[in-house]
């Protein structure tokens, strides 16, 4: 088995048909077909379903898919490691993160970054879902907020103030919320994915998770918004989703007391990958210029 055909069936996976894997590869198609071809031969298993349309991954192939992801960014960090020549960033990052923080801190940076290091390529991913990212293939994701106990290393860039608001039209029907206790009765826009719900808030001293419910929960932070301009309840958002809302008195804060200073941004990856000299760089590229436009 060679390393070239694992890279390819790895490229033919993540584009999910040979012509797009051979167009990024520079490759001809029929070159990208018979390597993988080899490569199932020589493992004696069927990696890939193919038909029409695109390729499927059989649960074999994608065992090895995760394997082979992980064999190749250790590859390209020992030859970053080993040689000078490549000691700076290099070859493709592929990276998950909130849609809306995305589009409003980290488009600029990446564009910038490319633009410093041109052997750097990108693959973003923008998406309100937690990707599994060693499952996914991904080499790095962005995570807002509290994160869950897991093996990948997290490294923070900025902390971000959450704010909780509702519409003027929503506080003249309903009023407005004097302690967190008092959500109970109110509607709340949900920002997150199923399960219960609770919004963190500091009361007599204490951060104390309140449950909260209410018509509407989307995996989109400017759906969650728009739904609270329209007056049908309360959000708790981080401030970059609800500035512009806020600025223009679209959307009023409430319970300003009651909320924790801020939240982490962090940059996670996995544990394997911590010596990936492009990752290390784009970590610390992000924390130095985070810090700088959100001081601004």
């Known amino acids: 088995m060679q390393l070239d055909d694992m890279r390819i069936f790895v490229a033919t996976v993540d584009a999910h048909n040979f012509t797009a894997a051979a167009n990024r590869l520079s490759l001809s198609k029929q070159f990208v077909s018979r390597r993988v071809m080899a490569l199932e031969e020589a493992l004696g298993v069927q990696l890939l379903i193919r038909n029409t349309r695109k390729l499927a ?33 290099r070859g493709l990052l592929r990276v998950s993160a909130p849609m809306s923080f995305g589009m409003t801190h980290l488009s600029p940076l990446v564009a910038m970054f490319l633009r410093e290091h041109g052997e750097v390529r990108f693959d973003m991913e923008l998406s309100d879902r937690t990707v599994d990212v060693v499952g996914e293939g991904f080499d790095m994701a962005i995570r807002i907020g509290t994160l869950a106990d897991s093996t990948l290393v997290a490294q923070k860039l900025i902390d971000v103030r959450m704010v909780a608001c509702c519409s003027p039209g929503y506080v003249r ?25 609770s919004w963190d808030f500091v009361v007599d001293g204490v951060v104390k998770g309140v449950e909260v419910r209410g018509p509407l929960r989307a995996n989109n932070g400017e759906l969650v918004r728009d739904a609270a301009v329209a007056g049908l309840g309360i959000v708790r958002l981080p401030d970059f989703i609800v500035a512009d809302a806020l600025r223009s008195g679209q959307l009023v804060p409430v319970l300003e007391a009651f909320l924790p200073t801020a ?18 760089a784009f970590v610390e590229f992000l924390r130095k210029h985070l810090k700088k436009k959100l001081a601004a």
């Not at 939240?263 to 290390?280: K, L, M, W």
Request: overall charge positive.
């Open 57 to 89: 991954v059989t649960e074999l192939g994608q065992a090895f898919y995760e394997r082979a992801r992980r064999i190749l960014g250790e590859v390209e960090d020992a030859e970053q490691a080993m040689s000078l020549r490549r000691a700076g960033p």
């Open 173 to 197: 029907r309903r009023g407005t919320p004097a302690v967190p206790a008092d959500l109970e009765r109110h509607a709340c826009l949900l920002y997150g994915h199923g399960g219960t719900v």
């Open 263 to 280: 939240t982490g941004v962090y940059a996670v990856y996995p544990q394997h990958r911590q010596s990936s000299v492009t990752i290390r």
